[in-house]
């Protein structure tokens, strides 16, 4: 099968390793795509997919690795650094004539104060200003950050929990694919947001995994302080209007995540 351009070119995935890379790439398989997958420690080949070395920080592989690629998936990210990431990654697909970039980005990467979500934008305004045909995603944070924020909360005697902030968590499969979708499509710019069905508290998330796993903690109010705790507190992160709205709940993704 042959992408929507008809060409027969592997689509590049960085972050391909990843939680959502790992989700995308077997949906790009089974759509018919052959995919080449960056990453620091490649490995064999297997079923249509191969690795290859390289690194998007210190700009090492990035060339040999866009050989021949019309289409690039960036889902690589970090705590620190996606903006120089996504220069490199830029040069090095205008130099291989890339026809379309496809990034995942955040919501609230250009309204919430924090230096994460700085280099998200960062990120956005390398691509989007790259003269390359592109399309961005902004998606919530992820079920799988909602737990990693509710287990480690949980392991404190009292668990702090900041007033008025909300999150709008998304399923990754969700995430997947929406991205495979718009990788298969034509070059769309800025697309409308992707974000969970239900808006919940983070007390909320963290009393569902208190209560899944049969645990009881004291909970005590706190104030994010700040120009964050105010974007925060206003849903700067959230995406209330026009956002597509992912299938699987929080509360699914939990029962499924602990029963296994």
Avoid: C
């Amino acid at each position: 099968m042959t992408d929507t351009t008809g060409s027969t070119s592997p689509f590049l995935v960085t972050g391909g390793t990843g939680t959502l890379g790992s989700l995308v790439v077997p949906l790009l398989r089974e759509a018919g795509v052959p995919v080449r997958v960056l990453t620091r420690s490649p490995r064999p080949a297997a079923d249509g997919v191969t690795y290859v070395g390289g690194d998007l920080l210190k700009d090492e592989g990035l060339d040999a690795a866009l050989d021949g690629v019309e289409t690039v998936l960036h889902l690589a990210g970090g705590a620190k650094g996606d903006d120089v990431a996504a220069r490199h990654l830029v040069r090095a697909a205008k130099a291989a004539r890339v026809r379309h970039l496809v990034l995942i980005s955040v919501i609230g990467a250009d309204t919430v104060p924090l230096g994460w979500f700085k280099t998200k934008l960062d990120a956005e305004r390398a691509v989007s200003g790259s003269g390359l045909p592109w399309t961005t995603l902004r998606a919530a944070q992820f079920h799988e950050l909602a737990l990693t924020v509710a287990e480690k909360l949980a392991k404190l005697p009292v668990v702090p929990v900041p007033g008025g902030v909300r999150w709008q968590p998304v399923d990754s499969r969700d995430v997947a694919a929406r991205l495979v979708e718009l990788a298969l499509g034509r070059p769309a710019g800025l697309v409308p947001d992707l974000a969970g069905p239900t808006v919940h508290t983070l007390g909320d998330l963290s009393r569902d995994y208190l209560r899944a796993r049969g645990k009881r903690r004291l909970m005590m109010p706190v104030r994010m302080p700040g120009k964050a705790g105010r974007a925060y507190r206003a849903g700067e992160n959230l995406s209330l209007d026009g956002a597509v709205l992912g299938e699987r709940t929080w509360e699914d993704f939990l029962a499924e995540r602990l029963a296994s």
